[in-house]
């Protein structure tokens, strides 16, 4: 039987050859689908039910390849946790090819665990399915809530056993991202002083990425401003959420500004601005409330990446970086700030409005109350004092806490003057009621990695594909955890 064609055009292969590896998956024993995403499909211009065969399995799992396929591992490096970490690369993942989407964008079509590479160092290139299922969630989650994210195509189990703390069943996630090109993959060249490299990949990126930073006169500038853009809107729509990516390192950081990299991320329950999950993060430095100064801290990088490209002029390079990167902080909260408006319900701008969220989130905090509940739950309440009130009240230990928020909340609502039905039909569009809360996630995982039940995984992928609507059917998963139920670290050892 011929390999099916993907109608791949491979813009990445045709970069020098030093920018990846080429090669093939590892074949694995036993490949079974758990799930290929038909919508994502149909967006790629795949045929879910050619994936759904068997044929499709031996591609999702790596045994078999498209015959367009032209697959490479990418080499990148990156800052871990601060420390640099010279060669990275995919260490467990292939790039199948690219293909055009139905709205004309480029998208990468990746297979993650699919066996060791250039790049693996210690690794042993495979993936564990807990960590594919908890990626498959939270990426399709983000995706509905509005958060740009990579996706999730399709999961495979391998039928071979990964060896981590204890053996564990395999799998393969296929990823799809706008591209895998990431601020450490700048950094790789950089580091190796490959001006000529690094001027191809901020070609390659423009073209493929920010079309029109190419118009520009700088164009290498604009590129670094366009990221800047992209990441300030990215971090903020993290935050509105209470999403904590848990692992921002430059090598996850996409010049896509695309979430990239699901490991120990999770959602925030109860709200502390320095609540982490990363059981590898001691200090705190993905800390949800750290989010935005460090990916300052990771574009910065990128910045210092691009001075030997900016100008041919040393010192204006660097004066152009600078000047550039300064203004993220601004940029950052330019995004949070709309968004925290429309959390509020606020359609008027006003110079105090940010500090009506953040006396909200600090009550919060010293009160202990829920995160998402406490603004899908503002989202309900009148104008006016009601009964109605009291769902909202019982999330804070000391409900008056929040009761003299309210009241200059309620204040501020009526000097707008916008009608209330309105008003909080659009706050519930972007206040979510359900979240991938972590003890959800774990639960799945835990039914299919200790009794190979998958029922779970379905269950709640279903609901969070409606995270906007109230399904009172299963207002159980809207609750947060009971105190027993409550997961207090996700892992990298994924
Ligand atoms: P991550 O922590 O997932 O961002 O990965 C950091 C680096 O480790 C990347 O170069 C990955 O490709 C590599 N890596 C992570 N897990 C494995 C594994 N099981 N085998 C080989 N390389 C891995
Ligand atoms: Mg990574």
């Not at 995919?90 to 964008?105: M, S």
């Not at 029109?212 to 729509?237: K, N």
């Not at 998402?372 to 230990?397: H, K, M, Q």
Request: glycine share 8%.
């Amino acid at each position: 039987m011929n390999a099916p064609i993907f109608g791949f055009d491979n813009s990445y292969a045709r970069l020098p050859e030093h920018f990846f590896a080429r090669l093939s998956p590892t074949p694995v024993a036993d490949p079974k689908l758990v799930q290929v995403n038909d919508a994502l499909a149909g967006q790629l211009g795949l045929d879910p039910a050619m994936l759904r065969s068997p044929e499709g399995i031996e591609i999702l799992c790596g045994n078999k390849l498209p015959a367009d396929a032209e697959p490479l591992a990418m080499a990148y490096a990156g800052f871990q946790f601060g420390g640099w970490a010279p060669q990275l690369g995919d260490g467990r993942a292939i790039l199948l090819g690219e293909v055009t989407d139905e709205t004309g964008h480029r998208r990468d079509i990746q297979l993650k665990g699919s066996g060791r590479t250039p790049f693996s160092r210690n690794g042993d290139g495979r993936a564990v399915l807990g960590p594919v299922l908890r990626e498959y969630l939270v990426s399709e989650a983000m995706h509905v809530l509005g958060v740009p994210t990579t996706r999730a195509l399709a999961a495979v189990t391998t039928g071979e056993e990964v060896r981590r703390e204890r053996a564990l069943p395999g799998a393969v996630l296929t990823r799809v991202a706008s591209s895998h090109i990431r601020v450490g993959t700048f950094q790789f060249f950089a580091a190796r002083q490959d001006t000529d490299a690094l001027r191809q990949l901020a070609d390659h990126a423009i073209d493929r990425h920010y079309p029109d930073a190419g118009q520009s006169e700088r164009p290498y500038l604009a590129l670094l401003e366009a990221v800047m853009d992209a990441q300030a809107l990215l971090v903020a729509s993290w935050k509105l959420i209470g999403f904590i990516h848990g692992v921002m390192n430059t090598d996850n950081t996409s010049i896509s500004g695309e979430t990239i990299d699901y490991g120990p991320c999770a959602f925030m329950d109860t709200y502390h601005p320095g609540t982490v999950f990363s059981s590898i993060d001691h200090q705190g430095r993905y800390a949800y409330a750290n989010q935005a100064p460090i990916a300052h801290w990771n574009l910065a990088g990128l910045a210092q990446t691009l001075i030997p490209i900016l100008d041919s002029d040393n010192k204006k390079s660097l004066e152009l970086a600078q000047q550039a990167i300064d203004t993220f902080p601004a940029k950052f909260e330019a995004a949070y700030n709309d968004g925290a408006s429309k959390k509020l319900g606020l359609e008027t701008t006003e110079a105090d409005d940010i500090t009506l969220m953040t006396d909200l989130l600090d009550v919060m905090a010293d009160q202990h109350a829920d995160f998402t509940l406490v603004f899908r739950r503002l989202s309900d309440l009148d104008d006016e004092t009601g009964p109605e009130d009291d769902t909202i009240r019982t999330l804070f230990d000391d409900p008056a806490a929040f009761d003299a928020w309210a009241r200059r909340w309620r204040a501020r609502l009526k000097q707008q003057g916008v009608d209330s039905k309105l008003r909080r039909e659009r706050m519930a569009s972007v206040n979510p009621a359900y979240i991938p809360r972590n003890h959800r996630v774990e639960e799945v995982i835990r039914a299919a990695e200790d009794h190979g039940d998958l029922a779970p995984f379905f269950k709640l992928h279903g609901i969070l594909a409606r995270p906007f609507d109230e399904q009172p059917e299963h207002i159980e998963f809207q609750k947060p955890p009971k105190p027993e139920e409550v997961v207090h670290a996700t892992f990298c050892g994924t």
